[in-house]
């Protein structure tokens, strides 16, 4: 059945000359982390102040919320909270693995002839695209 969906968005796309794909940090939600040192076992996806509240209670606390945290002001005030929260989450971006949704994505391009004439747009920091095998230029 998962192929013959597969085949079918792969047709949807063989009338077009390119594909443009744009992707954003939801597409990491179901990636699982490889270690056992963290809580829970996929990486946190913040989806505003109360995402960012769940894996971070600390940030809470205080009631710092995602658009205080990301400034500069942020930064000079709490350099050791800010450096926490992104030493963690570059952790567990290290210890994560692309979920099988990347390897779709592949085939769907694969199936339709266009892998030399696709592009992803993707706004994430976690470099999974390119540990999945797509190219880094196409």
Known sequence: MLESKLTKAAQAI??????????????L?????????????KIPVFRGT?????????????????????VEEFFKEDPATFWYVWGD??????????HKGFRRLADIIAIAGKTRKSFIFHEGVDNFYL???FPANR
């Open 14 to 27: 063989l009338k077009n000359n390119a594909l443009i794909i744009t992707s954003g940090s939801g597409m």
């Open 29 to 41: 939600a179901d990636c699982p982390l490889s270690g056992k040192s963290f809580e829970g076992t």
């Open 131 to 133: 540990r999945e095998g």
């Open 50 to 70: 109360a995402g960012l509240w769940r894996h971070y209670p600390a940030l809470k606390q205080k009631l710092i919320g995602f658009d205080d945290f990301i």
């Open 89 to 98: 989450l570059l952790q567990k971006y290290q210890l994560a693995r692309p």
